[in-house]
C-alpha cells in the first residue's frame, strides 16, 4: 500500500519572509535563469500566509 502523502505545509512569519525577499532580491540582482525560474517554480506552487 502507499503511504499517505502529507499537505504541503504554508509559509509563515519568518519563513514567510525570508522567501519572499529572496523572490525580490531575484527580481532586482541578476542571478541565472535556471535558478529564477526554480525559485518561481517553488514560489507559485506554495501558499503564502502573511500575519
Same mark, same amino acid.
Request: charged share 45%.
Given at each position: 500500500?502507499?503511504?499517505?502523502?502529507?499537505?504541503?505545509?504554508?509559509?509563515?512569519?519568518?519563513?514567510?519572509?525570508?522567501?519572499?525577499? /529572496?523572490?525580490?532580491?531575484?527580481? /532586482?540582482?541578476?542571478?541565472?535563469?535556471?535558478?529564477?525560474?526554480?525559485?518561481?517554480?517553488?514560489?507559485?506552487s506554495?501558499?503564502?500566509?502573511?500575519?
Open positions: 500500500m502507499a503511504t499517505k502523502v502529507k499537505d504541503t505545509p504554508i509559509l509563515r512569519g519568518k519563513d514567510a519572509e525570508r522567501f519572499n525577499n /529572496k523572490m525580490r532580491e531575484a527580481d /532586482k540582482n541578476t542571478i541565472p535563469k535556471k535558478e529564477y525560474d526554480r525559485m518561481l517554480k517553488i514560489f507559485k506554495v501558499r503564502v500566509v502573511e500575519n
